[in-house]
């Protein structure tokens, strides 16, 4: 499984995005599809799930109500819309995958495959 991100840039305080990221390598029906963000010097924050068997999300209390994550099956890609972005945002994003139902998981060593990240500056 490699994910590909995309979307991210500068964007104005209160505006929006929506990073991409594209899928591919994957032979199981059942695995879970992450967003991270990570500013240097700290750990990478888990923000939002998506299990694609069981078709649930899950979102960080940090996020909840300004992003939202959503899939395209047939493009094999996974989407965060991000709204109202405040300076608290600016960040490397992070796509993330495992061959695994999501339960709980939303920290970085549950996901075995990453990918390069995406920068989101917010000014």
């Known amino acids: 499984v490699q994910p590909v991100e995309s979307g991210g840039g500068s964007v104005q305080a209160g505006g929006s995005l929506r990073l991409s990221c594209v899928v591919s390598?994957?032979?199981?029906?059942?695995?879970?599809m992450g967003w991270f963000r990570q500013i240097p010097g700290n750990a990478r924050e888990g923000l939002a799930t998506f299990d694609i068997g069981e078709r649930t999300i899950r979102y960080a209390g940090s996020v909840k109500g300004r992003f939202t994550i959503s899939r395209d099956a047939a493009e094999k890609t996974v989407f965060l819309q991000m709204n109202s972005l405040g300076l608290v945002d600016t960040a490397m994003y992070y796509c993330?995958?495992?061959?695994?139902?999501?339960?709980?998981?939303?920290?970085?060593?549950?996901?075995?495959?990453w990918g390069q990240g995406t920068q989101v500056t917010v000014s």
């Open positions: 993330a995958a495992v061959y695994a139902p999501c339960g709980g998981r939303l920290t970085e060593p549950e996901f075995g495959f």
């Open positions: 390598g994957y032979t199981y029906r059942s695995y879970c």
